[in-house]
Structure formats: structure tokens, C-alpha cells
């Protein structure tokens, strides 16, 4: 345990190194601060840290992991499973080698998988509360003028990491025979519907489930899920699968036990969002998480001041008939950046705020709302510590 042990300086400098090595491995690089570092004086032994630091950031064989390490074989074998099961490393398959390692990003990376397990002990318990004051340690820049800055920064270079995507069933259109149909251009569409996703890679074999780090971080902390949802629920997908499984962080499902999963998260109010390797869009899936809005970091970051968003979306709620509202308000309850509100007792959409999650045309009793296509990067402000949903 590290709880009230100070780290020395040069403690620190070697930490420091690794997390700009795991930064590099991402394309949004988290601030390096002390509460990160205590973060990593707790998961990650002095062993480890120089092993990690001699790896660096490409990607290697076995055979040059054991000679980095300087371990005989047979000690190296728990050595390494321990890291790979801690998430500090990932297998992957590359050209010309049939399995490589390579350093893991901090965020997204290491910390999902090293909560995501289910382990509670001691150790995981500690590291879930220095990352909570990492977590909030943000709140220090949300002041004016600082705060305005950083949006009007944050709204001209930002780029969504992660996408919307809703459970929605399939509509096939309707073909006139001997009409004449305009053809356009061949173009790959990413996946808008999770069902997609999960047929994509259940043919595959290529789904895992592993437990929500957000919801088991603030489990941990004495905050647990206000909506009551199952920590065991999100979503591996692709060559990922193969990593978890191995390393006993999460296990193998099959293509129907994902859409229970995905039916039942977005029931009792998950948002689904698709994470990609490297958060980078273009490059491929590796997750969905079915998460809400007061246990998700992303989600809950925006609702607690800490930080702005930027989700790419597809769709945008829209209201049928207001008038037949009556003020239930369950579509506000759910909605997870307040884009609806009663006036007059009566509900009213912002539009310009959706980020298309279709809570609200699930929760309305008298299907009031529905959702309109329109892709589209959602890019919402720090909110002001008075505005902040969660305090």
C-alpha cells in the first residue's frame, strides 16, 4: 500500500517518463499532475516502471520483452502476466509477427482495464480514490476568465473521441420496380446503430464484456450507480476480445447476450458511445460503452464543471406534439446534458445541445419524441460551477 508514503523525487521523474511515454500512445494526452502519479505509484511496482521505460512506445516481440525484463523464463512468465493483466501493455497482431506488445495509452487504456476486472481489494480501492482527485482536481480552472478561454480554445481545435451511436431496428426502403434509381458514389458509412456493431463483430466471434470502469471507480469511492445498472456491462469488440479474454479481464459472449446487454443498459438509461483504438475515429472500434450520465467520466466530467464535450452524433431528438406533453418529466431525468426542460409544464427540446443518445424517445410514456438523422459534432462548453448537474 502507498496511502501516506511521499514519493521521493526521482520516483517521480521515472513515473513522469512513463506517463509521457503512455500519453504518446493516444491522441488525447492527459495533464500530468501529482494525483496522476500517485495514481501510478499505487498500480505500478518500481519493477515495472523500468521494464515499461525500456519498452517505450513500439511495438515488441515476446522474445524482446524477456530480454528488456532480464529475467530468467520461467520468473518472467508471472512478471509479464501480471502487467498484461493490469492493462499497462496490450498484444496485438501486426504485420510479419503473429503477436506484438506495445505500451497502453494512460485514458483510454490502462485505467479501463485496470478496474475492469471486478477486483475490490485494497490496493484497487486506493487507486479509485486518487483517481477521483485527479478527477476533480479539474474544478481548480473552472473560474473566469480561465473557463472562457479554454472553451473558445477547446470549440476551435477539439475532435470528438468517441460516437453516439442508438439501438435503433433496421428500415429497409421500399423499391418501385422500373424506376430508375440514382446510384451514388460507393462511400463506407460508420456504424450508427450498436446493433450493427454487435452483428459486425458477433459473426466474427469478437465480443467480450468486462465491468464498467467508470461505474466500479465510483463504486469504490461510496458514490455507486444511481440508475442502478450492472457493473459487468461494457462491451469489447474486435482484436481486443482476444486480449481481455487471455489475460482473464473479461470473457467471451455471444451475439445475443450483447444485445441484452445493450436492451437493458439503454432501458434503465445508458448512453452508447463507441470508443476506437487510439481514440482516433478512423481508426477501429474497440469498445461500447453503455454507460449513464452521473457514472461515465465523459458524461459526468460535462455535468460536474469539469470539463467541455465533443461527441460526434447522428441524430437529433425532435418533438411530434408538445401539447399532448404532461410534464412527466422523464425525458429531462435521463437526458444526460439537459437539452430538454419543462416550460409551462410543457417539455422543450435544444437542439443545438442534443447529442442524440434517444433517452428521451424511450423514456417518453406517450412517445412523443422521435429521432431525426443529422450527423454532426456536438461541442458543448464547461459549464459554470452554478450550472454543474453534479456536485
Not at 117 to 137: H, I, L, Q
Request: net charge positive; glycine share 4%.
Amino acid at each position: 500500500m502507498a496511502t501516506n508514503r511521499k514519493l521521493s523525487s526521482e520516483r517521480k521523474k521515472t513515473l513522469r517518463k512513463l506517463a509521457s511515454l503512455m500519453n504518446m500512445q493516444n491522441a488525447h494526452p492527459l495533464p500530468i499532475t501529482g494525483h496522476l502519479l500517485r495514481c501510478f505509484d499505487i498500480a505500478i511496482s518500481l519493477e515495472e516502471t523500468n521494464f515499461l521505460l525500456k519498452i517505450k512506445t513500439k511495438p515488441r516481440t515476446y522474445k524482446q520483452l524477456l530480454k528488456f525484463s532480464g529475467l530468467t523464463e520461467k520468473q518472467f512468465t508471472p512478471f509479464i502476466n501480471e502487467i498484461l493483466k493490469k492493462g499497462l501493455i496490450s498484444s496485438l497482431n501486426i504485420k510479419n509477427i503473429k503477436e506484438a506488445y506495445i505500451l497502453s495509452p494512460i485514458l483510454v487504456g490502462w485505467f479501463e482495464v485496470y478496474l475492469s476486472g471486478g477486483d475490490e481489494s485494497d490496493e484497487r480501492k486506493e487507486f479509485a480514490e486518487s483517481f477521483e482527485k485527479y478527477f476533480s482536481s479539474r474544478k481548480i480552472l473552472n473560474f473566469f476568465p480561465l473557463r472562457n478561454y479554454l472553451n473558445h480554445k477547446f470549440k476551435r481545435s477539439s475532435k470528438p473521441n468517441t460516437r453516439i451511436v442508438v439501438p435503433e431496428k433496421k428500415t429497409h426502403t421500399k423499391l418501385e420496380v422500373n424506376k430508375k434509381i440514382e446510384v451514388e458514389p460507393v462511400k463506407i458509412y460508420p456504424s450508427q446503430n450498436v446493433f450493427e456493431l454487435l452483428e459486425k463483430y458477433g459473426d466474427e466471434n469478437k465480443i467480450a464484456v468486462i465491468h464498467c470502469f467508470c461505474r466500479q471507480w465510483k463504486k469504490m469511492i461510496g458514490t455507486p450507480c444511481s440508475f442502478n445498472m450492472s457493473g459487468e456491462s461494457c462491451i469489447i469488440i474486435g482484436e481486443a476480445t482476444r486480449h481481455v479474454v487471455k489475460n482473464e479481464i473479461g470473457r467471451y459472449i455471444s451475439k445475443q447476450e450483447a444485445v441484452d446487454i445493450i436492451s437493458e443498459t439503454h432501458k434503465k438509461g445508458a448512453i452508447h458511445q463507441v470508443f476506437h483504438r487510439k481514440d482516433d475515429l478512423s481508426l477501429p472500434e474497440i469498445a461500447i460503452c453503455n454507460c449513464c450520465w452521473d457514472c461515465c467520466g465523459i458524461l459526468s466530467g460535462y455535468n460536474r464543471g469539469l470539463s467541455p464535450l465533443c461527441i460526434k452524433s447522428y441524430y437529433v431528438a425532435e418533438l411530434t406534439d408538445n401539447s399532448l406533453c404532461t410534464g412527466c418529466g422523464l425525458c429531462i431525468k435521463h437526458c444526460p446534458v439537459n437539452a430538454l426542460e419543462l416550460k409551462n409544464n410543457k417539455c422543450t427540446i435544444n437542439k443545438e445541445i442534443c447529442i442524440g443518445c434517444a433517452q428521451c424517445e424511450v423514456k417518453c410514456p406517450k412517445k412523443l419524441i422521435k429521432m431525426i438523422h443529422k450527423e454532426r459534432n456536438v461541442i458543448l462548453p464547461m459549464l459554470k460551477k452554478s450550472k454543474a448537474r453534479i456536485r
